[in-house]
């Protein structure tokens, strides 16, 4: 996929209200650990392209433009990462101690 601040990550069509009783559920868990296998190249793409990207041209304003680029590919993941419901999907990982978190 091209990062150009429209990396979507694949999410699971799960609703969790409750975290602890999802951690409950081996089905759910699994879904949400394969997610995170997907997400976790994803991702890791996304910021090996950043770092390895310079800036076109020479003074501020193709410095500006870098920045602006790169914040808008960084911030399309964190924005994706921070939904409710992904936090609810990260702490059902946590619960359960998956090994996929570090």
């Known amino acids: 996929q ?5 990396l ?11 975290p602890a009783a999802a951690a409950e559920d081996y089905d759910i868990v699994m879904q949400l650990e394969g997610a995170l296998e997907d997400w976790t190249p994803e ?6 392209a ?3 990207k ?11 433009e870098f920045w602006r680029a790169r914040s ?14 992904a936090r609810r999907m990260l702490e059902v990982l946590e619960r359960v101690e998956s090994q996929l978190l570090p």
């Not at 310079?54 to 500006?64: D, R, S």
Request: charged fraction near 15%; include cysteine; glycine fraction near 6%.
């Open 2 to 6: 091209q990062v150009t601040g429209d």
């Open 8 to 18: 979507r990550l694949n999410m699971p069509q799960i609703t969790i209200d409750d």
């Open 43 to 48: 991702i890791n793409s996304a910021l090996e």
């Open 50 to 52: 950043q770092l390895a």
């Open 54 to 64: 310079q800036p076109v041209g020479k003074g501020p304003l193709a410095e500006i």
């Open 72 to 85: 808008a590919a960084l911030s399309t993941l964190c924005e994706q990462l921070n939904t409710p419901n």
